[in-house]
Antibody, heavy 116, light 110 residues
């Protein structure tokens, strides 16, 4: 069965970077784009960008351009999302999601807390 | 890219039907049929309920239906049940291969 397992919660200081992983299984890794979506506490869903795990091609939301990098490692069926120059506004749950006719499978979410 | 516009909240009694609207622009909903809807219960990941504007994934109840007309998409839930109480988000592809979500609608089952 399809599974998407994300790395654990992170606590970072302002100005630091965070790298969240999303390990997939149960399907052909290179066949589906992976999207990253975040959700601040009590807020809605926000699209951050996507990655083509096969080619490594990416498309980032304008809001995050220059601060986000999405990568993939085909050898371990894992994608990564790194966000730099963190501020308190980046405190959120970060989700990876597989895209096929909508986001049919989601990771469990990774809470990133930014605190001095 | 601005968020799609959804009502902040809707409510209905068990057995009733409700509709959630999602308003976009010619740059997103008006151009793309790739509109999807997600249900999110508290402290859970979102769940795909509708894709390509009106299609249900396997396992999703026929009580959930959706449509798109012009720049607006709509989700209808018929025969409301207590477990339908959740947040609902619409989502659309937009120009440049980007994506935009609605602000979310909290459904309360009275």
């Amino acid at each position: 069965q399809v599974q998407m397992v994300q790395s654990g919660a992170e606590v970072k200081q302002p100005g630091a970077s965070v790298k969240v992983s999303c390990k997939t299984s149960g399907y052909t890794f290179t066949d589906y784009y992976i999207f990253w979506v975040r959700q601040a506490p009590g807020q809605g869903l926000e699209w951050m960008g996507w990655i083509n795990p096969d080619s490594g091609g990416t498309n980032y939301a304008q809001k995050f351009q220059g601060r986000v990098t999405m990568t993939s490692d085909k050898s371990i069926n894992t994608v990564y999302m790194e966000l730099t120059r963190l501020t308190s506004d980046d405190r959120a749950i970060y989700y990876c999601a597989r895209e096929e006719h909508g986001f049919d499978y989601w990771g469990q979410g990774t809470l990133v807390t930014v605190s001095a | 890219q601005s968020a799609l516009t959804q009502p902040a909240s809707v409510s209905g009694s068990p057995g009733q039907s409700i509709t959630i609207s999602c308003s976009g622009t010619n740059s997103d909903i008006g151009t793309y049929k790739l509109v999807s809807w997600y249900q999110q219960h508290p402290d859970k990941a979102p769940k795909l309920m509708i894709y390509e504007a009106s299609k249900r994934p396997p396992g999703i109840s026929s009580r959930f239906s959706a449509s798109k007309s012009g720049n607006t998409a709509s989700l209808t839930i018929s025969g409301l049940q207590a477990d339908d109480e959740a947040d609902y988000y619409c989502c659309s592809y937009a120009l440049g291969g980007t994506l935009v979500f609605g602000g979310g609608t909290k459904l309360t089952v009275l």
